[in-house]
């Protein structure tokens, strides 16, 4: 304490200290406790997280498992025929499974060029105080409720449809991959973005001194080296518009049908999410329908948390990126 006090030529630096450097040891007991009951606490937050989404899994895949081992499996991805009350019931997916890839691939059509540009923007063009304005706002789309979005595809995108494209409904997989672009965009941008911006500004410094132009330095340098955070962002963009329930329920058309032709993406379709939705409230428990549903919900499940997987994995590269350039 003297040296402190001398270093800053102030005596009243050495009673700054709320605590004193010699604990007695009921002080350093009650310490140690309080460090250790927090550290606890924490850790049972944590396992308590880990431990529902075990529990999801587990309820999920119980309830899956009748119609799973019936052999129904084949049917189920090999069939588009989904008659569920019907003597015999078909219960073939592959119609909801093309439609949710459908209105899935046109959302990140749409999602990934405007995000990718937008972040490109917000990370080395536009003035860091207009960015800090900029973001926010386009993050508050995230907040939106998805319901609010499905009324504007209904109300007002799906009669615009048909007045001006001349589409006999509006409701279809191009309107809900609209709407779904629209809610995947904030991710993107904000991924992206945070990826783009932890390249370094060494990085950008060194591509103009080799008199590079702020183009190429965007395209042949920054892009590059944040390709793993770029990716990770497109990877939950994507799980954003697979794993959306009320907008594709409310946008789609319903139709249980794979478009013919096959790139006619003005054609109704029907998805995954919508007939578990749709059929789950009418269901008999204990019926195979019932147990229909849970099995595709199952394979949602198993193919959304594999996604998850893949995006953490990008997410830690860039994160391992990011460590090393600094």
Not at 29 to 47: N, P, R, S, V
Not at 132 to 150: F, H, M, N, R
Not at 301 to 307: D, S
Request: glycine content about 8%.
């Amino acid at each position: 304490m003297p040296n402190i006090a001398r270093q800053t030529g102030d005596v009243s630096a050495a009673v700054d200290f709320d605590r004193p450097l010699l604990l007695t040891p009921g002080e350093d007991l009650a310490g140690y406790l309080t460090a250790a009951a927090g550290k606890t606490l924490l850790l049972l937050i944590t396992c308590a997280s880990v431990l529902a989404v075990i529990l999801i899994f587990v309820f999920i895949a119980r309830e899956a498992w009748p119609f799973l081992v019936g052999g129904n499996v084949g049917k189920l991805l090999g069939s588009t025929e989904w008659f569920p009350t019907a003597e015999p019931a078909e219960f073939g997916a592959l119609a909801m499974l093309a439609g949710s890839l459908y209105i899935t691939a046109g959302a990140l059509i749409i999602a990934v060029p405007i995000g990718l540009s937008a972040a490109v923007f917000l990370s080395d063009i536009v003035p860091f105080r207009l960015r800090q304005i900029i973001k926010p706002i386009i993050e508050l789309l995230a907040a939106i409720p998805s319901v609010a979005y499905g009324f504007f595809a209904v109300l007002v995108l799906s009669p615009w449809m048909q007045k001006n494209l001349g589409l006999p409904s509006g409701t279809n997989a191009l309107n809900c991959s609209l709407i779904l672009a629209i809610m995947a965009i904030p991710t993107i941008i904000s991924i992206a973005e945070d990826a783009l911006t932890s390249a370094g500004r060494e990085l950008r410094e060194g591509s103009y001194a080799i008199g590079a132009t702020r183009a190429e330095t965007l395209i042949k340098v920054v892009i590059p080296a944040a390709h793993s955070g770029i990716i990770a962002a497109v990877i939950l963009g994507m799980m954003r518009a697979i794993g959306e329930t009320m907008v594709v329920l409310m946008a789609s058309g319903n139709a249980t049908q794979v478009p013919s032709p096959w790139w006619n993406i003005t054609q109704s379709v029907r998805t995954m999410t919508a007939i578990i939705a749709g059929d789950m409230g009418e269901t008999v428990k204990g019926s195979e329908h019932y147990h229909c549903l849970f099995a595709i919900g199952f394979l949602l499940l198993v193919f959304t948390f594999m996604l998850n997987l893949v995006g953490e994995y990008f997410l830690a590269r860039a994160r391992r990126a990011r460590g090393g350039a600094e």
